[in-house]
């Protein structure tokens, strides 16, 4: 299923977390409904840089953490729980492991005075000068 059909997922806009509650370097998930199937983003920042991906492994449909909130990340790459896949955290491809060139799910989101916020921006309305 596109994660875009996903009953669970949140509407553009839907405040997700605080930066902030991220861990540096680390991972953060958010979930959407009930049950298993249910809309997991995961969330994981750099500094200032935040990347949301769906919380699956391309390799056995699996959310890559094993306990909750616990992600294991290293040098840009965050690793699967369960079979040791490694992805690069800024684009989510998989650089070893059992799915080596399949990647994560990559989800749309931007943060917003210091707010991780779902879907894209608004578009910015270009100001205009007045000449003359
Ligand atoms: S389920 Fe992630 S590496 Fe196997």
């Given amino acids: 299923m596109n994660w875009q059909d996903h009953p669970d997922r949140p509407a553009d806009g839907t ?16 979930t959407f409904g009930e049950g298993r199937e249910n809309f997991k983003v995961l969330l994981l920042r750099r500094g200032s840089q935040v990347w949301s991906y769906l919380n699956y492994c391309p390799h056995f449909s699996l959310p890559l953490n094993y306990e909750p909130q616990t992600f294991v990340t290293l040098d840009g790459l965050i690793m699967c729980a369960h079979h040791a896949a490694f992805f690069n955290v800024d684009d989510g491809r998989c650089v070893d492991g059992p799915c080596v060139g399949d990647g994560l799910v990559p989800l749309p989101s931007h943060v917003s005075r210091g707010v991780v916020i779902f879907g894209h921006p608004p578009p910015r309305i270009a100001s205009r000068t007045p000449r003359g």
């Avoid at 405040?15 to 958010?30: S, V």
């Fill in 15 to 30: 405040r997700l977390c605080k930066m902030a509650d991220i861990p540096d370097q680390g991972g953060r998930e958010i």
